[in-house]
């Protein structure tokens, strides 16, 4: 990340590109992320697909003019069709088109949102998105904001288990019931903890969270307390070596009261928002420590650390 950071700006694993109402059948989006011109775009069948962005004829943007034909695109500039596989299909007034195409990118479509996989060695996904709200009917319907902010994924993901600025920065007050257990468990870390957020009344109130990641680019927080089940989903993707697209999606199972289901879905985004506009200042203006100083009041960052670099292949 242009030396603020040591590490690669973009890791290995899913990452969010758009939502999945984002994007309707035949519409075809330009999109950067992940340092890459991309085009994505949903097939005549409904399929979502991402293209590296430009034709390999002439270069023009696929994404700029580009239709949608059957599984592929076909290009604005000459006209050159390529199928669902990025490979050329057919080209004008030619009986043999050349074998050249563009990167197909594996995609998967999940959790309301749209994903592609990225490895720097070119290696195919290792790992599935973790399927959630599988009985979507009985959830209340997406909300989503989103952010663009300069820092890096790995930093994300590490203030999940920073707990020294919870009270500092989010003005916690320390929880009844002092639980904080971390696992990391292949591409997840998993953190059960309880929090005790202020935001909401002066004395604070308590819940039990646990927080899944999966891979780099996904995190979601459940809080699940008798009646209550709640989501917060998160995806975090690099723009370039500088930014991060960040978009917090939550939804709850609606309970039989619409107006008490709306309020606390209300009240749970706007503390959700609060607390992360909170980190911002701090993320865009910090430096990246490779040996800090910790502290027994310091969550498990090192450890952490030595779990995040299995993201970077090839990276030494």
Request: net charge negative; aromatic share 10%.
């Amino acid at each position: 990340m242009a030396g603020r950071y040591p590490f690669p700006a973009v890791p290995d694993g899913w990452f969010g590109v758009a939502g999945s109402d984002d994007v309707a059948v035949r519409q075809v989006m330009p999109v950067h992320l992940l340092d890459t011109e991309l085009v994505l775009f949903r097939d005549d069948s409904g399929v979502a697909r991402v293209f590296d962005a430009y034709c390999p004829h002439l270069g023009a943007h696929l994404g700029v003019g580009g239709t949608v034909c059957g599984d592929g695109l076909t290009c604005p500039f000459h006209g050159w069709r390529l199928a669902g596989d990025g490979s050329v299909a057919e080209v004008p007034k030619v009986a043999r088109p050349p074998k050249v195409g563009t990167r197909a990118w594996d995609v998967c479509e999940a959790n309301g949102r749209v994903f592609v996989w990225h490895h720097a060695g070119g290696l195919g996904p290792r790992y599935d998105v973790t399927p959630y709200r599988t009985d979507g009917e009985s959830w209340t319907p997406w909300r989503v904001d989103t952010y663009r902010v300069r820092v890096h994924v790995q930093e994300l993901t590490e203030n999940i288990i920073d707990r020294a600025h919870f009270v500092v920065v989010h003005d916690m007050v320390e929880p009844d019931v002092d639980r904080f257990d971390v696992r990391f468990e292949d591409h997840s870390m998993v953190v059960d903890q309880h929090v005790k957020v202020t935001a909401v009344v002066e004395g604070g109130v308590e819940v039990k969270t646990r927080t899944t990641t999966c891979g780099p680019g996904i995190v979601a927080v459940e809080v699940k307390d008798g009646e209550l089940d709640m989501l917060t989903y998160i995806t975090q993707t690099p723009v370039d070596d500088e930014f991060t697209d960040i978009t917090i999606c939550f939804s709850m199972r609606a309970l039989d009261d619409e107006v008490v289901t709306a309020s606390i879905s209300e009240l749970n985004a706007k503390t959700t928002n609060l607390q992360f506009a909170q980190d911002i200042a701090i993320w865009e203006n910090k430096i990246y420590r490779e040996k800090p100083i910790l502290t027994q009041a310091d969550g498990p960052v090192a450890e952490y650390r030595r779990w995040f670099r299995q993201f970077y292949s090839g990276w030494t």
